[in-house]
């Protein structure tokens, strides 16, 4: 897709953060935009580089910061995103021509926490989502209406079909022989498919 319907993704990918994130690729297909998240295409480039490529084809961008935190005693904490956030922030203040039109939002999962870490946000709307994928979906479907002007359907409704979805995925899963672990490490951009076909599917069914 274009510049205009690319939304790039930053975010943890820890099992435990999964269901925020399908939810979000979930919303970004339902409401006709295409999710970039940085996965590994090719192994000859480095992982900075291939981020940065979906920055700049991204009109629009989701930044969660949730993970800025150690897990184990004695570790660092993770600043992968918080970093990729200063690239998109830069892209956007720097850039040429359509890169002065990207749009972001930030996320984190509990309010003012941000502000210990990145003190330079202060001022900057960041959008709360206490881990709840419900609440993350409502997050990113308001911010999109406020963006566009344009009739959206309901964080509610969106969510009862991602469940809707969830159920039928597994059902379609079975029918294709997907084991556990094909499912848990299918690439994004194909379970992307999964949805608009699903999505298409459905609309055809309630047509008949």
């Not at 399908?22 to 970004?28: E, G, V, W, Y």
């Not at 022989?177 to 490490?185: K, P």
Request: charge should be neutral.
């Amino acid at each position: 897709m274009a510049f205009e319907n690319n939304i790039f993704i930053n975010c943890p990918f820890d099992k435990e953060y999964k269901p925020i994130l399908k939810a979000l690729i979930f919303t970004s297909v339902y409401l006709d935009y295409n999710p970039l998240v940085a996965e590994t295409y090719n192994s000859a480039d480095s992982r900075v580089l291939a981020i940065q490529k979906l920055i700049s084809k991204a009109k629009y961008s989701i930044h969660d910061l949730s993970r800025m935190e150690s897990t184990k005693k004695n570790q660092l904490a993770r600043f992968n995103m918080p970093f990729e956030l200063g690239l998109d922030i830069g892209c956007k203040r720097f850039g040429d021509g359509k890169m002065k039109e990207k749009y972001l939002l930030i996320l984190d999962k509990i309010k003012f926490r941000y502000q210990k870490s990145i003190s330079d946000l202060a001022g900057n709307d960041i959008e709360i989502h206490h881990d709840d994928p419900q609440v993350a979906i409502r997050k990113f479907r308001n911010w999109i209406r406020k963006i566009t002007g344009a009739k959206t359907d309901s964080a509610n409704k969106i969510w009862r079909l991602y469940n809707e979805f969830n159920g039928d995925f597994y059902i379609l899963a079975r029918s294709e022989e997907l084991s556990a672990m094909d499912i848990e490490e299918m690439p994004w951009d194909e379970f992307c498919v999964y949805i608009a076909e699903w999505l298409q599917g459905r609309q055809q069914f309630h047509q008949n």
